[in-house]
């Protein structure tokens, strides 16, 4: 199965994923700004690959003047929804149809992975001003956890293609290799929501490794996450703990391309 097919089927899900999906934990805009280097207040963003625009708030909630950049109908149609007041432009990091040196921020929220970082790195930083950065992050499960680790485990058996879009910190290497002048800074946010079992189960449908499948092959696997989790949980409150992996870029003063 191709990458864009994976890329593109949140589109079917995305009131899904805007309900169930989590959010952003204040630590990490917290992270963001110290990595930035000043307050994020007034500065002005590209929110890429903005999704139902969960990210896009966060920033907004934090001053940041802030467009969405979001190439999918039915993920910008949400955003829409939900944000109406926050410019959106259908497009992708590949192509940013945006001048020259005319914003602080860029920022991919669980959204780089779909990006080729050939392209999308040095529109990223054609688009960023001196002392802005490309800030990329990914609400990853805990897996120190042991019920999040069995968890993990079994949906990789289940689904070959689950867990195949991990990312780790090693983005940060893969991008100074294509612009060695890179310095990555790397945070890491750890946090907890609780959420109803129902919603647990609702968020594992909306990633794409369950989304590109059809429904009869995928509701045995949910159903026997619902017993399990059930069990472990018996009050139906499920305790999601999660890692938020920052890496942020600053663009450099000069590039290899200047």
Same mark, same amino acid.
């Given at each position: 199965?191709?990458?864009s097919?994976?890329?593109?089927?949140?589109?079917?899900?995305?009131?899904?994923?805007?309900?169930?999906?989590?959010?952003?934990?204040?630590?990490?805009?917290d992270?963001?700004?110290?990595?930035?280097?000043?307050?994020?207040?007034?500065?002005?963003?590209?929110? =890429?690959?903005?999704?139902?625009?969960?990210?896009?708030?966060?920033?907004?909630?934090?001053?940041?003047?802030?467009?969405?950049?979001?190439?999918?109908?039915?993920?910008?149609?949400?955003?829409?929804?939900?944000?109406?007041?926050?410019?959106?432009?259908?497009?992708?990091?590949d192509?940013?149809?945006?001048?020259?040196?005319?914003?602080?921020?860029v920022?991919?929220?669980?959204a780089?992975h779909?990006?080729?970082?050939?392209?999308?790195?040095?529109?990223?930083?054609?688009?960023?001003?001196?002392?802005?950065?490309?800030?990329?992050?990914?609400?990853t499960?805990?897996?120190?956890?042991?019920?999040?680790d !069995?968890?993990?485990n079994?949906?990789?058996?289940?689904?070959?293609?689950?867990?195949?879009?991990?990312?780790?910190?090693?983005?940060?290497?893969?991008?100074?290799?294509?612009?060695p002048?890179?310095?990555?800074?790397?945070r890491?946010?750890?946090?907890?929501?609780?959420?109803?079992?129902?919603?647990?189960?609702?968020?594992?449908?909306?990633?794409?490794?369950?989304?590109?499948?059809?429904?009869?092959?995928?509701?045995?696997?949910?159903?026997?996450?619902?017993?399990?989790?059930?069990?472990?949980?018996?009050?139906?409150?499920?305790? !999601?703990?999660?890692v938020?992996?920052?890496?942020?870029?600053?663009?450099? =003063?000069?590039l290899?391309?200047?």
């Amino acid at each position: 199965m191709r990458t864009s097919d994976f890329a593109t089927s949140f589109n079917a899900v995305a009131a899904e994923y805007a309900a169930a999906r989590p959010d952003y934990p204040p630590t990490l805009y917290d992270a963001l700004e110290e990595a930035f280097g000043r307050s994020l207040a007034g500065a002005h963003g590209l929110d =890429v690959g903005a999704g139902t625009g969960k990210a896009t708030r966060g920033l907004s909630e934090r001053g940041v003047q802030v467009t969405a950049v979001e190439p999918g109908a039915g993920m910008a149609g949400q955003l829409r929804t939900a944000s109406p007041g926050v410019p959106l432009v259908r497009a992708s990091g590949d192509a940013l149809p945006f001048a020259d040196a005319s914003v602080d921020l860029v920022t991919y929220a669980q959204a780089w992975h779909w990006t080729r970082p050939e392209v999308a790195l040095p529109e990223a930083l054609r688009v960023l001003r001196h002392g802005g950065g490309l800030a990329l992050w990914w609400n990853t499960n805990d897996r120190t956890v042991g019920w999040v680790d !069995e968890q993990a485990n079994r949906l990789r058996e289940s689904l070959p293609q689950h867990g195949a879009h991990d990312i780790t910190r090693i983005v940060g290497h893969h991008l100074t290799a294509l612009e060695p002048a890179l310095q990555p800074v790397y945070r890491e946010v750890t946090w907890r929501r609780t959420v109803p079992l129902a919603t647990h189960l609702a968020n594992l449908a909306t990633h794409s490794q369950f989304a590109v499948l059809d429904p009869e092959e995928t509701r045995p696997v949910l159903a026997r996450e619902e017993a399990i989790v059930g069990e472990l949980f018996p009050d139906g409150l499920v305790e !999601e703990p999660y890692v938020v992996r920052l890496t942020y870029l600053p663009r450099p =003063v000069r590039l290899t391309s200047d």
